[in-house]
């Protein structure tokens, strides 16, 4: 593990933890209720609104009969600049994985990324409705990580069917070296849900992911998510992965929280 980005990446989140605390006073103004890229391993379509600053974070673990691993903290901060663009700090989040075979447990922190997410088409077009372009930083420990810059790319459309029901496409691609080049994995998905309520919807999704050795890993998985005053949201989702190790079963938890009014300017600008 590295210690200094770690303490580097500690200190960025919280700073901006801090701001956005004291930010908090600002002039709330009616804006649309919370959109995450939680729960679903696909990304999410919407942006959010300009001028806002969002928090999702998360706690995850996967387990079979020889292994099990832990995922925290699982948190991505993003910030609004104007309607159709954001931009995004992955936090480096820290792997623990233990198995039965003698001295296998192990505890490393994955890649931090930088991306940029572009809102482009609207929902039911041949246009993707929004695309992230993303780089990874090699921080991370040497089990999770390439240990170099990985640029990616994703594409989302998404297509409505009545006030209800909504199906998610996800096109994703990243660049990683592998054996001293370059080479792809692909990683599509899909994913359908339904609004129960105004504040609860239910998911499921087909997740899988091409690897560089032309090998497949897939999520199979549903969940919910629960929206409280707009501005936040508490999620569980619940699936099993497929990789070389066999089935592992998932669980994931997470609560995100929006602060609107974090640059005032940027959303008094989108409203003229």
């Known amino acids: 593990m590295n210690l200094f980005?770690?303490?580097?990446s500690a200190i960025c989140l919280l700073g901006l933890i801090l701001i956005s605390t004291l930010a908090g006073n600002a002039q709330e103004i009616e804006s649309?209720?919370?959109?995450?890229?939680?729960?679903t391993v696909g990304d999410s379509p919407d942006l959010i609104p300009p001028g806002s600053l969002q928090f999702e974070n998360g706690a995850g673990v996967s387990f079979q009969r020889t292994q099990f691993t832990g995922d925290l903290p699982e948190t991505l901060v993003r910030l609004g600049l104007s309607e159709r663009f954001e931009i995004r700090y992955m936090w480096s989040d820290e792997m623990y994985q233990k198995s039965p075979t003698p001295h296998s447990a192990s505890f490393q922190i994955?890649?931090?990324?930088?991306?940029?997410?572009?809102?482009?088409?609207?929902?039911?077009?041949?246009?993707?409705?929004?695309?992230?372009?993303?780089l990874s930083l090699p921080f991370g420990g040497p089990k999770w990580t390439s240990g170099s810059y990985d640029p990616a790319a994703t594409a989302i459309w998404t297509q409505t069917i009545g006030?209800?029901?909504?199906?998610?496409?996800?096109?994703?691609?990243?660049?990683?070296?592998?054996?001293?080049?370059?080479?792809?994995?692909?990683?599509?998905?899909?994913?359908?849900g339904r609004s129960l309520t105004s504040t609860v919807t239910a998911f499921a999704e087909y997740a899988p992911t091409v690897l560089q050795n032309g090998s497949l890993e897939y999520v199979v998985d549903g969940g919910f998510a629960l929206i409280h005053k707009n501005l936040m949201q508490f999620d569980?989702?619940?699936g099993y992965l497929?990789?070389?190790?066999?089935?592992?079963?998932?669980?994931?938890v997470g609560y995100s929280i929006r602060h609107d009014?974090?640059?005032p300017r940027l959303a008094h600008v989108s409203r003229r």
């Open 236 to 238: 569980l989702r619940t």
């Open 261 to 263: 009014g974090f640059f």
């Open 242 to 252: 497929k990789d070389s190790d066999g089935y592992h079963t998932l669980i994931t």
């Open 32 to 39: 649309p209720a919370i959109s995450t890229e939680r729960p």
């Open 163 to 192: 006030k209800k029901y909504f199906v998610n496409e996800v096109a994703g691609a990243t660049l990683t070296s592998l054996a001293g080049a370059r080479r792809p994995s692909w990683a599509p998905s899909v994913a359908g």
């Open 5 to 8: 980005s770690a303490n580097v």
């Open 110 to 134: 994955m890649d931090p990324a930088f991306s940029v997410k572009l809102g482009l088409g609207k929902a039911n077009q041949v246009v993707p409705r929004s695309a992230i372009v993303a």
